[in-house]
């Protein structure tokens, strides 16, 4: 046995003939509408032009990047794996005095 599922308009109750989705904000919403009703609904309609409207202007905010965040430069930037090597005091490389030969 098939059942018959019957939609009615949510205003009057008479047989629906079309469901219309609405956006009210942040919510989408449906509602069943009668010839006659779906008529008045439409009647001062006009199609969306394609593309944003003229005039909106979206403001950017400069603080919100998209993307990987900047590098932060610092005074002494740190460095990774082994520290370099410092010169001695004396300024030779060798274990001697620094005054050449006697």
């Given at each position: 046995m098939a059942?018959?599922?019957?939609?009615v308009c949510d205003i009057c109750g008479r047989p629906?003939?079309?469901?219309?989705?609405?956006k009210v904000g942040r919510r989408n919403l449906q509602k069943d509408y009668?010839?006659?009703h779906?008529?008045?609904l439409t009647a001062g309609a006009r199609a969306p032009r394609p593309g944003r409207?003229?005039?909106v202007v979206v403001a950017a905010s400069p603080a919100k990047r998209r993307g990987r965040p900047r590098k932060q430069v610092e005074a002494a930037p740190k460095r990774r794996g082994r520290p370099r090597k410092t010169k001695t005091a004396g300024g030779s490389r060798s274990g001697s005095s620094g005054s050449?030969?006697?």
């Amino acid at each position: 046995m098939a059942e018959r599922t019957i939609l009615v308009c949510d205003i009057c109750g008479r047989p629906a003939v079309q469901t219309v989705g609405l956006k009210v904000g942040r919510r989408n919403l449906q509602k069943d509408y009668c010839e006659i009703h779906l008529q008045e609904l439409t009647a001062g309609a006009r199609a969306p032009r394609p593309g944003r409207r003229k005039g909106v202007v979206v403001a950017a905010s400069p603080a919100k990047r998209r993307g990987r965040p900047r590098k932060q430069v610092e005074a002494a930037p740190k460095r990774r794996g082994r520290p370099r090597k410092t010169k001695t005091a004396g300024g030779s490389r060798s274990g001697s005095s620094g005054s050449g030969p006697t």
